[in-house]
Antibody, heavy 128, light 107 residues
Framework: QLQLQESGPGLVKPSETLSLTCSVS??????????WGWIRQSPGKGLEWVGS???????FHNPSLKSRVTVSGDTSKNQFSLKLSSVTAADTAVYYC????????????????????WGKGTTVTVSS | ETTLTQSPAFMSATPGDKVIISCKAS??????LNWYQQKPGEAAIFIIQ???TLVPGVPPRFSGSGSGTDFTLTIADIESDDAAYYFC?????????FGGGTNVEIK
């Protein structure tokens, strides 16, 4: 059974870069059927899709985050990561790593793949 | 960007009740809507895909309906284990967006 586990600093200073890693067990990120991504949840904004990546490099991010987001995979470690630069207090949230899949019934473009497996989440606070 | 308006934000139910949660989209999203269940400290669980299809392994007391702009999640004969936060997701257009969620309490 696939399991996802987030890790990274729980506290990040304003203007610095938030870096999180998702370790995948029970399956490989090197799989042509899935993308891998990040969702965040904050009391003020609710749930928000942050970004997604294919194991070999194709990636997308939420336009609301401008170009601050980098999501990438590391097949040697069976992990993928999130980097969010120039953070502010508004980036304080619980961050979840997820696996994304396409539809079983029709061909779906990867930027519209949806979550089928979630991690338990990790809390990140932005504060000096 | 599609806005999903979910209601109610909170509800309290008694075991055996039928619970209905609504998710309304700001534009036509066909049947590209999923439902998820989240319990504190646990990974969210994928329960309904493409508006009406029960994800394998999910109890049949959960069902989904709707298309276009109006969708519902129904939990028939609710059990104490169903106490959780439920949320909808649209995957019809970019970027993916979520409903505001519903906290379901079991008395």
């Amino acid at each position: 059974q696939l399991q996802l586990q987030e890790s990274g600093p729980g506290l990040v200073k304003p203007s610095e870069t938030l870096s999180l890693t998702c370790s995948v067990s029970g399956g490989s990120i090197r799989n042509n059927n899935y993308y891998w991504g990040w969702i965040r949840q904050s009391p003020g904004k609710g749930l928000e899709w942050v970004g997604s990546t294919f194991y070999s490099g194709s990636s997308f991010h939420n336009p609301s985050l401008k170009s601050r987001v980098t999501v990438s995979g590391d097949t040697s470690k069976n992990q993928f990561s999130l980097k969010l630069s120039s953070v502010t207090a508004a980036d304080t949230a619980v961050y979840y790593c997820v696996r994304l899949k396409g539809s079983d019934n029709y061909t779906k473009i990867p930027s519209l793949y949806y979550m089928d497996v979630w991690g338990k989440g990790t809390t990140v606070t932005v504060s000096s | 960007e599609t806005t999903l308006t979910q209601s109610p934000a909170f509800m309290s139910a008694t075991p055996g009740d039928k619970v209905i949660i609504s998710c309304k989209a700001s534009q036509d999203i066909d049947d590209d809507l999923n439902w998820y269940q989240q319990k504190p400290g646990e990974a969210a669980i994928f329960i309904i895909q493409e508006a009406t299809t029960l994800v394998p392994g999910v109890p049949p007391r959960f069902s989904g309906s709707g298309s276009g702009t109006d969708f519902t999640l129904t939990i028939a004969d609710i059990e104490s284990d169903d106490a959780a936060y439920y949320f909808c997701l649209q995957h019809d257009n970019f970027p993916l967006t979520f409903g505001g969620g519903t906290n379901v309490e079991i008395k």
